[in-house]
């Protein structure tokens, strides 16, 4: 294992107990590979700001030192040695180094929730407003959903109505009137949907970077019910 393949499983927290004892002794014996080490450990601190403006000035900081104490030839592994930085925030993901990335974590969890209450058939006579609704959500075309939605809802609908229509909002974006919807249904507690209510308003206080009301609704959802009860778990563990 090369000196520089210590550094990287250093920083990544990944050193069998054997290569510990051999990186201990190369910072006490080695003065180079003591540099090394100084210079990413100092390069892994710049990369945890928050600012771009920040990181760059500090590597600027950094190069200039370099150069006013080693060779162009020393500085060029020490580039090296930077780039394994750059590999750790691609193994270890983003929110090591710049904080939770409320977008992606988004992005990954969401999955429009599938139709499991009314089964469309082709060559089905049913004519109903509520398979109008649904075979507009199905085809993901979600203001017609809507319409249709509300217009179920004015003839008396199925407690499994709102949940749908706010699956709808959510897929044109609109996280605000999907909130209202997902909290109703939380509150009343008379529908089958209501843990898969709170999951969804989890995922949009994460949309909405509001990071205590989601480990809120998380907690939740873990303590009481089975309902995505792993992820719930991940999605926490990414929020701390």
Do not use: C
């Not at 710049?46 to 030192?65: C, G, P």
């Amino acid at each position: 294992m090369t000196n520089q393949d210590l550094l990287y499983h250093y920083f990544s927290n990944s050193l069998t107990a054997e290569q510990e004892v051999v990186f201990k002794k190369l910072l006490e014996t080695d003065a180079e590979f003591k540099a090394a080490f100084e210079y990413e450990n100092s390069l892994k601190k710049a990369i945890k700001s928050h600012e771009s403006d920040v990181l760059k000035s500090k590597l600027q900081e950094f190069e200039l030192e370099l150069n006013s104490k080693k060779t162009h030839a020393f500085n060029y592994r020490y580039l090296a040695v930077a780039a394994s930085i750059v590999l750790l925030v691609g193994w270890f993901g983003y929110n090591t180094f710049f904080g939770t990335n409320y977008s992606n974590l988004y992005q990954d969890s969401f999955t429009e929730y599938p139709n499991t209450v009314y089964t469309i058939t082709r060559g089905d006579d049913d004519e109903t407003l509520e398979r109008e609704a649904f075979v507009a959500y199905e085809t993901q075309n979600f203001e017609t959903a809507i319409e249709k939605f509300d217009a179920v809802s004015e003839t008396g609908a199925q407690d499994y109505i709102p949940f749908y229509k706010a699956q709808a909002y959510l897929g044109l974006e609109n996280t605000h009137q999907a909130n209202v919807l997902l909290k109703q249904i939380v509150a009343e507690n008379t529908s089958d949907f209501v843990a898969e209510s709170i999951w969804y308003l989890a995922l949009i206080a994460i949309k909405e970077k509001d990071k205590a009301q989601a480990k809120t609704y998380l907690n939740n959802l873990i303590s009481n019910y089975n309902y995505n009860q792993a992820k719930a778990k991940t999605l926490l563990e990414e929020l701390n």
